[in-house]
């Protein structure tokens, strides 16, 4: 990184204490603040990327041939008990977080 000479030590000041908050916020943050950020829709982001999960996983568990899958856990157990109560879960989720919020 270049080195920048500053002669005036009030800016030197202002531009270290601008570096101590922003290293600061980084270590708040942790490892999930790192990849979603933080703010108003953090929750919604998480939520997301367990849905998306979800139905990537069941994707793959329905295009996979049926050799593969097991003989006790077919596709209509992987979308009847897994795929459609943890989406519905989640679709109850925001909607009641979404009521909260504008005090319903």
């Known amino acids: 990184m270049n080195k920048i000479e500053i002669q005036d030590p ?3 000041s202002k531009i270290i204490a601008a570096n101590a ?3 600061k916020r980084k270590a708040e943050l ?5 990849f979603y950020g ?3 829709n953090v929750r919604l982001y998480i939520v997301g990327t367990i849905t998306l ?3 990537l ?6 295009l996979i041939p049926d050799q593969y899958r097991s003989p006790d856990f077919g596709l209509k157990e ?3 008990l897994v795929v459609v109560p943890v989406e519905s ?3 109850g989720y925001l909607i009641g977080s979404r009521s909260k919020e504008n005090g319903g």
Do not use: D
């Not at 942790?30 to 790192?34: A, E, I, Q, T, Y």
């Not at 996983?57 to 329905?62: D, G, H, Q, R, S």
């Open 21 to 23: 908050e922003n290293e």
């Open 53 to 55: 999960g979800v139905l």
């Open 30 to 34: 942790g490892f999930l603040g790192k």
């Open 57 to 62: 996983i069941a994707l793959v568990y329905t």
């Open 38 to 40: 933080s703010g108003e």
């Open 89 to 91: 879960t989640i679709i």
């Open 10 to 12: 009030r800016v030197a």
């Open 78 to 80: 992987m979308w009847t």
